[in-house]
């Protein structure tokens, strides 16, 4: 059974949730600006599900995250300036200025970097998961797909090798309806991406991805049977991307309506109803969480924008052949 919250790890997941959002939108204003090498891929109405995830999970457990999973990054302990060194090519981000976004990844942290092939992650935690079995670990590996990576044969090979060996491996499907442009509609004849793992001989469940508690509940449920010995779980998240593939993406292919429909499930604004509504925050303890993360974005923006490039002939090193 889910452990039940404390009020003090409510604040806390809305603490990541408020954070998370926060730093996608600052990250937005830093492209804008111009100070960002390459591009942004926003997670903007997804926030729920990184946070979520991650939150359930325990301390020596291992997670693939995407390029729009910020939220899983500041829960495992990075830092707001330490995602916007990183986006801006600073000698002090993740990479020390060797690649850009979301690249980056420290085993310390039990964080696996993105690959930017959708679907190739799935294959490497099970590998990650097998590696726990034989080393007789109590170790869950968790990794995330959206709707049209569950097209790809990696996703379908891991899978499968998962649930043959019962590998403590978690999915999560992030149906967000679209890939790139694609809408689900488009890309699958069969858009029930939970009952598809029946096909895989291993439970699917769905929950409303704009719901961090609903989220939560799965991801710790399907985590405990795994540790027990009960092997993968797919987990389709539904939600929406309320901005386009990237900040160059205007996502005018989506139609106003839906994304009107979206906005009144807001992850963010919903779990605030629902602290508000059972007692668990207080207008004061609101407004000082909320003072707390803009200093927190004011500051940390300021250290990225005023720390080093890295020197050029430092672009070899930490690299073999």
Known sequence: MPRKLTRSQHHEIYYYL???????????????????????????????????????????????????????????????????????????????????????????????????????????????????????????????????ATSTGPFHEGLNFAAVLKLPLLIIVENNGWAYSTPVERQTANPDYAGRARGYGLPGVRVDGND?????????????????GGGPTLIECKTMRMKGHAEHDDARYVPKEIVEKWRRKDPILRFDKYLRARKLITAAEEAELQARIEKEIREDTAFAETSPLPAPEEAARAVWA
């Open 212 to 228: 961090v508690l609903a989220v939560y509940r799965a991801t710790q449920a399907a985590a405990d049977r795994a540790r027990r």
């Open 18 to 148: 408020l954070l998370n959002r926060r730093v996608d939108e600052q990250l937005t204003v830093l492209y804008r600006q111009g100070k960002v090498v390459g591009g942004v891929y926003s997670g903007l109405g997804q926030e729920a599900i990184s946070v979520g995830t991650a939150y359930a999970l325990e301390p020596q457990d291992v997670i693939g995250p995407m390029i729009r999973n910020i939220g899983t990054l500041l829960v495992r302990g990075y830092r707001p300036r330490d995602l916007f060194m990183q986006y801006m090519g600073r000698k002090g981000g993740p990479t020390g200025g060797r690649d850009a976004n979301t690249h980056f990844g420290d085993m310390a942290r039990g964080l696996v970097a993105p690959i930017s092939m959708l679907g190739e992650l799935v294959p490497v935690l099970a590998g990650v998961a097998l590696a726990a079995r034989i080393r007789k670990e109590k170790r869950i590996a968790l990794t995330y797909v959206g709707d049209g």
